[in-house]
């Protein structure tokens, strides 16, 4: 069963912007960490951005003053607003969510950034 839904993704011209959302199941309880990772093509995957329970976050030097994470607990909800967009941002985007029990992923969602 699909545990977190992920949109917000498309085509954009560099320089441009996009909101990614992550919406967590009303049946993952105890979220400690929520974070976006992404994987380009013929390369590992990488951390892009997270943010903890206490609304700590962390970001990849790469995106660092470029995207910015932010959550609404009342909505199990990540998003990832991603601004001044580069050709190198283009991935496929993965949610990522730490709670009690287990982790789950994201089915995905790609971001290509071209003109």
């Known amino acids: 069963q699909v545990q977190l839904v992920e949109s917000g993704g498309g085509l954009v011209q560099p320089g441009g912007s996009l909101r990614l959302s992550c919406v967590a199941s009303?049946?993952?309880?105890?979220?400690?960490?929520m974070g976006w990772y992404r994987q380009a093509p013929g390369k590992q995957r990488e951390l892009v951005a997270g943010?903890?329970?206490?609304?700590?976050?962390n970001y990849a030097d790469s995106v660092k003053g470029r995207f910015t994470i932010f959550r609404d607990n009342a909505q199990n909800t990540v998003y990832l607003q991603m601004n001044g967009l580069k050709p190198e941002d283009t991935a496929v985007y993965y949610c990522?969510?730490?709670?009690?029990?287990?982790?789950?992923w994201g089915q995905g969602t790609q971001v290509t950034v071209s003109s």
């Open positions: 009303r049946n993952i309880f105890n979220i400690d960490y």
């Open positions: 943010i903890t329970s206490g609304d700590s976050t």
């Open positions: 990522y969510v730490v709670a009690t029990f287990r982790n789950y």
